[in-house]
């Protein structure tokens, strides 16, 4: 309470001083005016009688100072005055340097908090986002979470009491046709509890119902906003209309509101939702495909749903062995399962960037102190005219707190700039929700506190150096004392040692970008491009139909001139997705534990198109048809797991894919990194799209191999695809070059990032050192001019002056080794082929910063061993 009076007190002086200015004005002039009168009657001439008054009073405006002092007025007018004297002295020539060092600490601190916030800070734009959880069916051998399979679904959803409402989907494209030209959008098959777990409805018509996720008959859709304006121009006569989905017409019945995102849709937010009851598999318990998610009941954790789920998930095992066994349920927040991934990676760049400001405060705190030896003439001066050390103090706060919100204002201004480009590499990144990121109000107020914060603890510094009693005797000529050279040597110290962290973590980040860029994925990439065959899926469904359009596309397409090859597969390599399974033996024993195995079903031709090594055994070829014996490819990692040292072709493997069956091993292929170029190639099978079940997986994505030289057949390739099918949408024909690129942003932004805070970390440290010498040269000008006419050379001056800067760089780098240790370790999982302590790095990094700090510690030396010591004794016999 006494506080909260003190506060309510300040803030009724600071707001009526106006009113008490004229109040006390008016009292004091009425008390003169009176004792005037007094004299006046008592016969004291006028002239007489105001000279006396005056007298009597001792001055008016003393009266008010002390008046003021009472009531507390003085320190909001020192305050004014050392506002007013700090703009002035924005003209000195280290404010300049001042703002920008600090300006260039806080904005880039601000884009990375702008970044930070929105990724992981930010609540998710549903309602009550705290109640969103994800689900995951869970295999309980191999410890890793797996998409739930439709029936699984069902049962969460009928069985669970802890969660008020839950929903599933998964996100397939459609393509577009009718109305113009043929155009590919993102979807989603979703049930019917989708929109209420997200906490949004239709602005015009309506949701799914729970018959229609159930019901195969039923084809309407929901359409996202933009897509209500490109295609239908807003109208709201849209809903009841149809349109064309993969060839198939579907009725709108609803559009969801402008604006409406969600990021549990990452990467992509879809423009059309149709009915989950639509797909083929919803009444499978062993179709794994299915995101779920859920809102919590109020008052229910996480912790009871997870419970529950896995309660629940266990009476299916029970029930289900065939499909369930192994298999569990778990629960986590949505918030923390979107940002799992990346938070290591911003949480290290968020101390690569404190690491940055750190050194910039200490290279701010390095120029206040050298400018409060300029002035010590003034503030001994100050002090021997009765001003308190407080009162100095103030003013050097107020004095860097204007500097400090200056370089807040343009740091604020440097984030604002950089907006664009933080969004543009945040996405390409494949940061979640890097198209919300915003420099705004709270980036501001962040902004302002870290100014706030940087200004007064570097103006405390500064103060403390300035108002000791032994640097306040006014001696002409007084040099640098030892407690001063202490702070200056600690300064550069930490200037080198968090400089020494970042170069160290940055170095690493290079390196693993280095290993991953010489990386081979298992074949040259070089003279292969590759596009997507979006066909309209009710003329081309999964199957011989669209197996047969495939053949004649891979046809059509190696026809063309310079086209040595083409074929077609379900996922492309280093793309990020893919699918599995799991195999054993034929002749492997019961209970035996499967091999899980990366799966990819493949064209005729793929592995020559590709440039895949066949190590033993045969390619697929026109053989390997439906109704022929079973046969699959495996790659040199599953071999070496099944077989050891032993020949796998004509080894049998049993495989289930909803029914039981076995496969002939026909061929050994070389590795490939099939998921990302950074995860090194698991066992992996190659299946035929000739045969079943192969034959009904959509393999959509065609690649071609282009001969030498030849010029680029993407147009061509395009109009052949056109030609075979007018509604097919223009997808891009891009180099696999390009794909595999892909697969490097996110490890290019982070070594991007942190390099470039590491240059600008060493190039203030280098700032720092350089200017922390020029002034200890300035200072001791006199001593070392007299060193030199007592006999001293210049390389003793030299060196001697180069200590001052060299001495606490190498300190600072000796105490450095631990935090680029440090960096290491929290680098370890953005790292790639590089250990986190890697000690020809530090040795590499360390030499460098050493070299570059005497470098910025002798070049102001050189000047010291200029001095003309005849000048110098001159000035001394003047004094």
Known sequence: MRLLRSLRSLVAVALGRGRFER???????????????????????????????????????????????????????ELQQDTRYAIRGLRRSRALAIVAVLALGIGVNLAVFSVLYTSLLRPLPHPQPDRLVSIWSFNLELARPHQTAPLDFFDFESRSTSLARIAAYYPPGFTITGGGEAERVSGARASSGIFDVLGVQPAIGRGFLPAEDHDKGTYVAVIGYDLWQRRFRGSPSAVGQSILLSGRPYTVVGVLPEGFHSPAMWPRMPEVWVPIGLDPNVGRRNARMLRVLGRLHPGATVTQANAELGAIAAALASEYPDTNKGTGAVVSGLHDELTRSMRPSLYALAAAVLALLLVACANVAGLLIGGSVERRFEFATRLALGASRARIVRQIVAENLVLGLLAAAIGFGLAQWTTDYLVGAASAAGIPRASEIRVGGMTFVVGILLSIGCSVACALVAAYEAVRLRDLRVVRGAASTPRRNCARTLLIAVEAAFSLALLAGAALLVRSFYELQTTTPGFDPAPIVTTR?????????????????????????????????????????????????????ARAAAGSAALPVELRVVGLDYFRTIGMRIVAGRAFDRRDVEGAPQVVAINESMARALFGGANPIGQRLAIDRGTSFEAEIIAVVGDVRELALRIPAGPGLYAPKTQEPWLRHETRDLVVRVAAGAPSPASAIQAALRELEPDIPRSPVQPMETVLAGALTRPRFYAASVATFAVVALLLASFGIYGTVASAVAERRRELGVRLALGATGGDVLVRAARYGAVPTLLGLAAGIPLALASGRVLRDQLYGVEPVDWPTLLAVGLCMAAIGIAAAVLPSLRAARIDPAVTLRHETAD
Do not use: C
């Open 533 to 585: 065959l979006s066909v309209p899926q009710v003329r081309y469904p999964a199957g011989p139909v669209l197996a047969s359009f495939s053949d004649r596309a891979v046809e059509r397409v190696s026809a063309l001139p310079g086209v040595e090859a083409a074929s077609v597969i379900d996922w492309l390599p280093a793309s990020g997705f893919g699918a599995s399974l799991n195999v054993k033996l």
């Open 23 to 77: 109040a006390m004005s008016a009292e004091l002039q009425f008390h003169l005016d009176a004792y005037t009168d007094d004299l006046i009657s008592g016969g004291v001439p006028p002239a007489e009688a105001r000279r006396r008054a005056l007298a009597e009073f001792g001055g008016t405006e003393g009266l008010k100072d002390e008046l003021r002092a009472a009531r507390g007025q003085r320190l909001f007018d």
